[in-house]
């Protein structure tokens, strides 16, 4: 199946710092990716969706001016999580599809990243 | 609204034991069913899907049948292996904000142990 890869997996920064995530798609053209967030054992919370080249569309609740989210081209979205604080600590999925799914609703997935603000 | 309910875990089982995870789901429309697996380490992967009722979806030895009547979605093998030790995940396609996208249940986290 297609391959979608987080960066990176893990990382640690001091509270006010700003931190990049990456996501790429490595084998497909990335239409429309996701950004979740998933609290421990908790389920995956729909942040925002960005397709190639417009605005990220956020879902109520999630500040857009705290996560920037980029998605210049077909292979790469960005999250920035800008002046982290300790309660920004989760861990970050992102999901990509292409054109072929669209209309299935089927996604592909990174591996995460784990996000801990000190 | 959209939303998915899941049996609440951990599950624990015996290998070749038989498994049910519970799923039921609230939508507006005829949406698309999904269940993704996360094994330890990795990120979500496609495990099965139903894109009308009554379809059902098949894989690695995994069901699940689209019921419309009771609005569910049970995951369903017959003799699970140490291999299927992972968290599952029951979700639901539905259109908003002009987009499709993924509802997800809270996830089940099932242990087999041999």
């Known amino acids: 199946g297609a391959v979608v890869s987080q960066h990176p997996s893990w990382v640690i920064c001091k509270s006010g710092t700003s931190v990049k995530i990456e996501c790429r798609s490595l084998?497909?053209?990335?239409?429309?990716m996701f950004w979740y967030r998933q609290f421990p054992k908790q389920s995956l919370m729909l942040m925002a969706t960005?397709?190639?080249?417009?605005?990220?569309?956020?879902e109520q609740g999630v500040e857009k001016d705290k996560f920037l989210i980029n998605h210049a081209s077909l292979t790469l979205s960005t999250l920035t999580v800008t002046s982290a604080h300790p309660e920004d600590s989760s861990f970050y999925i992102c999901?990509?599809?292409?054109?072929?799914?669209?209309?299935?609703?089927?996604?592909?997935f990174g591996e995460g990243s784990r996000l801990t603000v000190l | 609204g959209n939303s998915v309910t899941q049996m609440e875990g951990p599950v624990t089982l015996s290998e070749e034991a038989f498994l049910t995870i519970n799923c039921t789901y609230t939508?507006?429309?005829?949406?698309?069913l999904f269940w993704y697996v996360q094994y330890p380490g990795e990120g979500l992967q496609l495990l099965l899907k139903?894109?009308?009722?009554?379809d059902k979806g098949s894989n690695k030895g995994f069901e699940a049948t689209y019921r419309k009547e009771t609005t569910s979605f049970h995951l369903e093998k017959g003799s699970v292996q140490v291999s299927d030790s992972a968290v599952y995940f029951c979700?639901?396609?539905?259109?908003?904000?002009?987009?499709?996208?993924?509802?997800f249940g809270q996830g089940t986290r099932l242990t087999i142990n041999p």
């Open positions: 999901s990509a599809r292409g054109w072929e799914q669209s209309n299935t609703g089927e996604l592909f």
């Open positions: 084998d497909f053209q990335a239409t429309t």
């Open positions: 960005s397709n190639e080249g417009s605005k990220a569309t956020y």
């Open positions: 939508a507006t429309g005829y949406p698309s």
């Open positions: 139903a894109t009308k009722a009554d």
């Open positions: 979700a639901l396609s539905a259109s908003w904000q002009g987009a499709q996208k993924l509802v």
